[in-house]
């Protein structure tokens, strides 16, 4: 068994536009090599900070991402090789082992995909897009039904038609 623990500089965003790990940012890895009869298994943490954005209220936020993830790496020509899809399992390729495929989807299925500056984030006003978390408590607009605007308009008509004969 062997084990890994570094740091790898993400050359491309992993995540989804709504939050993710920017590029450049540090992946933290800590994990297992296993040699198992069809390949290597591969478990283990993968952390790092994330960036985005509440998905109510576009305010930039940050965090932290981890996630446990196991993946077998099977060898060319055993079994599993043999008799899974490509998709499915992970290969060993020239004796090497391609994390980062692995570490980009796990990553991002542990993101959430509406991500929140705060569980209760009122969001954005409809009528002028004010962030209400930063709004007055008494924020909102003084709108007329479109009902009773139609009918205003009616009424508004009627006086000017009176006042022209
Ligand atoms: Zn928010
Ligand atoms: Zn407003």
Redesign the pocket.
């Known amino acids: 068994m062997k084990e890994i623990h570094r740091t790898v500089v993400t050359p491309d965003r992993i995540g989804a536009e709504m939050i993710g790990i920017p590029a450049g940012g540090d992946v933290e890895e800590d994990l297992r090599l296993e040699s198992v009869s069809e390949g290597v298994l591969v478990s283990g943490t993968v952390s790092g900070d994330t960036q985005g954005q509440?998905s109510?209220?576009l305010?930039p936020l940050t965090g932290t991402v981890s996630v446990y993830l196991t993946e077998l790496f099977a060898y060319p020509d055993s079994e599993t090789d043999q008799t899974s899809d490509e998709d499915d399992v992970e290969r060993i390729e020239n004796e090497k082992i391609d994390l980062e495929q692995t570490v980009i989807d796990a990553v991002a299925t542990e993101l959430p995909l509406s991500p929140?500056?705060?569980e209760d984030?009122p969001?954005l006003c409809p009528e002028c897009g004010t962030r209400l978390?930063d709004a007055e408590p008494e924020h909102g607009h003084d709108l007329i039904d479109p009902r009773w605007a139609k009918l205003a308009d009616r009424v508004s008509d009627q006086g000017t038609q009176e006042s022209e004969s």
């Open positions: 509440c109510r209220c305010e929140l500056c705060r984030c969001g978390a």
